[in-house]
């Protein structure tokens, strides 16, 4: 991509001879002489390990009933047990269509909105006014998981807000907040109105690599504003917009617990409780601390089967993967 | 008609078509702005106007018999003083050590003459995408005796692996090799050139990491959720979370009201109020910011 912050500009040819000279020297060599940098590497291994592969092997107790004094060896293995309940269990469907339902449907109508803004603001004359739109649209993404959903429950609630605009055009009052239906469409509504103009940036930066020469020679072949974003601006974010797309569809099963916990009522449930809020409730409220590890493996198991198949997908039509 | 005129004439349409256009573009983006600016515009209003007016949906464009009772009980209330030093103890202490943590890893693995380095990639980009999931996380943290202390507030995140990828390319795109041979020529030891030389450098790329940490830290609920039971170390977002979302109002904050519908009333202004306090120095301070978080996002670009 094109708008890389400036790479510093000619790495110049002696210090790649040297660095070659580096190579042939005799690997411990180099690596004492480095031994700095390994320190400096250390606390983050050392935190990768403890607190993402630990937990990694932790995950052994899916397959087992954990007893806590017993340690993660030590208590008995019992095989699938545990993820053929989930299967098995009323839920299970629930769950499935509950966040596949949500983040594909985020996906829908998240995905286009901040490509439609992006292609508007670069068309804006006033600078002066585009930056001011910006800074506006930015400014919801700095604020936190409670307060928006602390927003949502006030101008939801049965005499908020939007309530009080509904009775004022002679509608009858929704109680939002415990209506099941209504779920999806706060949690969607709130995360385009939160995120949609953050997502921006990445776009705006691809519209600002085209070259000012490529407009100028569409103007005089008479093209018109909305021709050229047809026929130039959309070209230019398609790469762009491909690998977010990759990306997202890759992260389909990594729906975030906060929010939809935050947003959830004891009348919402049935359409509010995804995997991550009922592996919460299961393991840590209730304590079955093995069945929810199946659970969330089977979560994390079926998302990274996704990335995979996405990434090869795309590796095989537009030739360029994530990794 | 010659073409010359004809020409002029195709010309005029299309500038016409253009200005439509950009009143239409004008418009459409003012409303966006609109739609962005007021449920934020009304929470303002809303928190200092009469209780029972805003109750009753009467307050929607200006503020209606100002009053500032709702933010005299918020700050009357101890529990949200001892929110605000705890989000403010952790976010000082989180920030401090995951951007250290942070630099140094990203400046290692910025180096070409690392051995092991793809190694060490490969290790690190794996955990985003694949992880052992909350509970064998939690009992991780449990094990180590973290439960119901600060450190259960920082240590566990650490290192965020996207700003780590964000500090790396920056390292790799704007620290020439040449300095590195200069410096090694001048004896310079790897520490002593991370600090003297790197670190000075790097501004940008250190206010972007403190400011995206920081935020993070600032705005987190979930960490406190899972580790923390003593109420004496809840942040302020958790505290919120009490308020707006249980509707625990504490007792400092309605003791006089015996009526209950002066009670709720008074509890939606204070929700408002509230939802100020949490967000309000953020929202201010971000403008000023902005650029940084920008920057912040591009970088990774690179690589994404």
Redesign the interface.
């Known amino acids: ?1 094109k ?6 500009n000619n ?2 040819k ?2 790649e001879i ?2 070659e000279t ?1 190579n042939k020297k005799s ?1 411990i060599k ?2 004492l002489e ?1 031994y ?3 320190l ?2 250390l ?3 050392i ?2 390990i ?10 052994l ?1 899916a397959f087992k009933d954990y007893v806590p004094s017993l340690g993660i060896l030590g208590s008995p293995w019992v095989g699938l047990q545990h993820f053929v309940r989930f299967f098995e269990s009323y839920q299970f469907w629930t769950l499935i269509k509950n966040s596949l339902g949500l983040s594909i449907f985020q996906l829908i109508i998240g995905f286009p909105m901040p490509i439609i ?1 992006a292609l ?2 670069n ?3 006033h600078q002066k ?1 585009k930056r ?2 910006q ?6 993404h ?6 928006l ?3 949502i ?3 939801f609630s049965d ?1 908020g ?1 939007i ?3 509904i ?2 055009f002679g509608g009858s009052a929704i109680s939002f907040m415990s209506e099941p239906s209504w779920f999806k469409p706060l949690y969607i509504g709130s995360g385009v ?1 939160q995120e949609t ?2 997502a921006c ?2 776009y705006l ?1 691809a519209l600002a690599g085209v070259s000012p020469e490529i407009h100028e020679a569409a103007t005089v072949d ?1 093209a ?3 021709q050229r974003i047809l026929h130039v601006d959309i070209p230019a974010i398609m790469p ?1 917009a491909i ?2 797309l990759i ?1 997202s569809v890759g992260n389909l099963m990594n729906i975030g ?2 929010k939809a916990f ?1 947003l959830q009522t004891p009348l919402n449930q049935p359409a509010a409780e995804i995997i ?1 809020t009922y ?2 409730k299961v ?2 409220q209730q304590s079955e ?1 093995s069945f ?2 199946a659970v ?2 089977f ?2 198991v079926i ?2 089967v996704l ?1 995979w198949i996405v990434n090869r997908t795309a590796k095989k039509v537009s030739g360029s993967g994530l ?1 | 008609m010659s073409k010359q005129k004809k020409n002029n004439r195709a010309k005029e349409i299309k500038s016409r078509e253009d200005k439509i256009f950009d009143t239409i573009n004008f418009i459409f983006l003012t409303l966006i702005c609109l739609a962005v600016l007021y449920p934020l515009y009304f929470v303002v209003i809303a928190s200092i106007s009469n209780p029972d007016l805003v109750y009753n949906g009467s307050v929607w464009l200006l503020p209606k018999e100002i009053t500032f009772e709702g933010y005299k009980r918020i700050f009357s209330d101890p529990k949200i003083w001892l929110g605000y030093k705890n989000t403010i103890i952790y976010t000082v202490l989180g920030t401090a050590v995951q951007v250290s943590l942070t630099l140094m890893a990203a400046y290692a693995l910025s180096r070409k003459d690392l051995y092991g380095k793809s190694f060490f990639m490969l290790l690190i980009l794996f955990t985003m995408f694949f992880s052992g999931g909350l509970i064998p996380t939690y009992l991780v943290v449990k094990q180590l005796g973290m439960l119901n202390t600060i450190w259960a507030m920082i240590i566990p995140k650490a290192i965020a692996v996207w700003n780590l990828i964000v500090a790396r390319s920056f390292f790799e795109s704007s620290i020439p090799n040449e300095l590195l041979e200069a410096g090694k020529i001048d004896g310079c030891s790897n520490t002593k050139f991370f600090l003297k030389i790197v670190l000075p450098l790097s501004k940008p790329i250190i206010a972007v990491l403190v400011l995206f940490y920081a935020v993070g830290n600032w705005n987190s609920y979930f960490d406190a959720l899972i580790y923390l039971n003593d109420e004496s170390l809840y942040p302020l977002q958790l505290i919120l979370r009490n308020i707006l979302i249980q509707n625990q109002m504490s007792v400092q904050m309605m003791s006089d009201l015996d009526n209950l519908a002066a009670q709720q009333h008074v509890g939606e202004i204070i929700k408002y109020g509230v939802i100020i306090v949490a967000a309000l120095p953020l929202l201010i301070l971000y403008p000023f910011v902005q650029k940084y978080f920008v920057k912040g996002v591009l970088i990774g670009g690179v690589k994404g």
């Not at chain 1, 708008?3 to 510093?8: E, T």
């Open positions: 991509m708008f890389a912050i400036k790479a510093s790495p110049l002696s210090s040297r660095l580096l690997r180099q690596i480095n700095e940098l390994y400096f590497l606390p983050a291994i935190y990768f403890v607190f993402q592969y630990i937990p990694m092997y932790g995950v107790i803004i508007l603001l068309q804006m004359i006014y001011f739109v800074t506006v649209i930015y400014a919801p700095f604020i936190s998981i409670v307060v959903a602390g927003m429950f006030v101008f005499k807000l309530n009080s605009v009775t004022l109105w103009g953050w940036i990445v930066a008479g018109n504003k909305w762009t690998i977010l990306l617990f906060e935050l991550p592996v919460y393991g840590l601390y929810a590890s969330g493996l979560n994390a998302n990274l990335i990794w």
